[in-house]
């Protein structure tokens, strides 16, 4: 059942443990076995559609954000924390069969085959996020203080946390969206000028904020930055 739209539906808090619990827990079972599979883009596109929707926002919303705004941390590196716990209980356990698997592992007989033996290297999920976020160059990254903490605003409404992200993303139904996604001929305001999302609320006269672009800054950094 889908439990919220755009500007209905349950609490970003909501959605989150939602997405934990239902979508997140089917998605990584046994994932230490197919985790290093060329076929994970395809559980990952599921799950990027599920922090979409904690996020409210759109797909076309570049998805270094999509972790940062629904506050759960990359899958990948999800699927290595789990893959590093499993081969920590597995060491611990001189009984069980598939340790010497592990620590002396047999001939790779298929080249195509990654079996998590050929990764032991432990990695702190916090500090590669980080590192990735870094690198990641995506629009008002500046206005995020710490990625990996639930941002201000969570707790919105569904309505104004949804509209908050995507004037963050500048991903929103404007003019210059939809005409890029073939929904409209044109991506003009009615005053004949391209209507992106900064466009909405710096300059066009029918939606600007008071104060243009200075109270639209204001705004945003008022609620990411506390």
């Known amino acids: 059942m889908k439990l919220a739209g755009c500007t209905w539906g349950a609490s970003a808090n909501t959605l989150r443990s ?5 979508c997140y ?28 929707l904690i996020s409210g926002t759109l797909r076309s919303t570049p998805l270094p954000y999509l972790p ?3 506050n759960i941390e990359l899958p990948a590196l999800r699927r290595k924390a789990a893959t590093d716990k499993l081969v920590e209980k597995i060491v611990k356990h001189d009984s069980w069969p598939i340790q010497p698997d592990i620590l002396s592992p047999p001939l790779l007989r298929l080249t195509s085959r990654k079996p998590m033996w050929l990764d ?15 690198l990641a160059q995506v ?4 206005l995020v203080c710490d990625h990996t903490i639930r941002q201000p605003g969570f707790g919105l409404p569904r309505q104004q946390w949804s509209l908050l992200n995507r004037f963050l993303m500048e991903q929103g139904h404007c003019g210059a969206c939809r005409n890029k ?16 999302m900064s466009h909405i609320v710096e300059s066009c006269p029918l939606t600007k904020l008071n104060g243009g672009y200075l109270g639209y800054t204001l705004r945003v950094k008022t609620l990411f930055r506390g």
């Open 181 to 196: 996604r073939r929904l409209t001929d044109t991506d003009l305001c009615p005053y004949d000028e391209t209507q992106t």
């Open 139 to 142: 629009v008002n990254s500046h």
């Open 25 to 52: 827990s089917a998605a990584e079972y046994c994932a230490p076995v197919w985790s290093r599979s060329v076929h994970t883009s395809q559980v990952n596109v599921q799950l990027n559609s599920t922090m979409c």
């Open 18 to 22: 939602s997405a934990l619990a239902l």
């Open 120 to 134: 032991l290297q432990p990695v702190d999920i916090k500090s590669q996020w980080r590192h990735n976020w870094k």
């Open 68 to 70: 940062v705004l629904s």
